[in-house]
């Protein structure tokens, strides 16, 4: 169940906490991977360290999300390394947090492009070849503040926010050609970042999730791999929360 044997999928931001551990979950059921990122050399560590670990022949495409000419190349890219595109995962993200008051034009613009345009710009693209074939998933990778607000936040939530929108607008133009469009919502999951986090900091994020614990990278790859399987064909513009419980939403 949920094989993605023979399955070609673009994995964004895939040399990141969450990215590699959604790449490492799409290529343990069989999919082939073009990992993206705008580090080549931190792509390149990990498709040698996916290949000896998981096995595969996956490739690495260099590509600024911030940058939109090179976002256009990326799914043409993609469609000629792998030889076409069954799975688009659009995960790379970054944060600039400000207040409101406070937030700079360059701190909205930076994530409104990275986290929102980039990923419009891959589904765009991805949409024709998938329409030829009949088939395609894709998932977006939104957040729990998404849908919740977050002080600080206004530039990443409204990206997140928009993402979901976004995704349920496509998910409805392509449904009757064997598309599907979701998004996975993660909560707090243990990344770099939150390791940098003390005992009592994490005790605080911890006392607030049922849960009692932040999830892992591969709690959100599993969510992926269901999502963009055959058997989740029937499943399409909803949104996966994966956060032990943090935010019961439907
Ligand atoms: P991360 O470890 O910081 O990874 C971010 C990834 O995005 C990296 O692979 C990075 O690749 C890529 N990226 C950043 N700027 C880019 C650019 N200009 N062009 C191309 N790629 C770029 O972050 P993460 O925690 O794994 O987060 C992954 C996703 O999950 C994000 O969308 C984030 O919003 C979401 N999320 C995370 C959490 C959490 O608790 N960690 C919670 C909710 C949602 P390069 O370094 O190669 O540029």
Redesign the pocket.
Known sequence: MFSLKGMNALV????????SAIAIALAKQGARIALS???GQ??RVFREQLHEEHGGEHVEIT????NPEQVEELIPATLDTLGGIDILVN????TRDNLAMRMKDEEWDDVIR??LEAAFRLMRASARPMMKARFGRIVN?T??VGATGNPGQMNYTAAKAGLTGMTKSFAQEVASRGITANCVA????R????AQLDEKQTDTINAKIPAGKMGEGDDIGAACAYLASREAGYVTGQTLHVNGGMAMLS
Do not use: Q, R, W
Not at 186 to 189: K, R, T, Y
């Open positions: 964004t931001g895939a040399s990141g906490g969450i990215g990122g705008s580090n931190k792509l590509c600024d999300l911030s995960n790379a993200g970054i990275i986290n990778i957040s729990v993660p909560g707090f999951i990344t770099a970042m939150t």
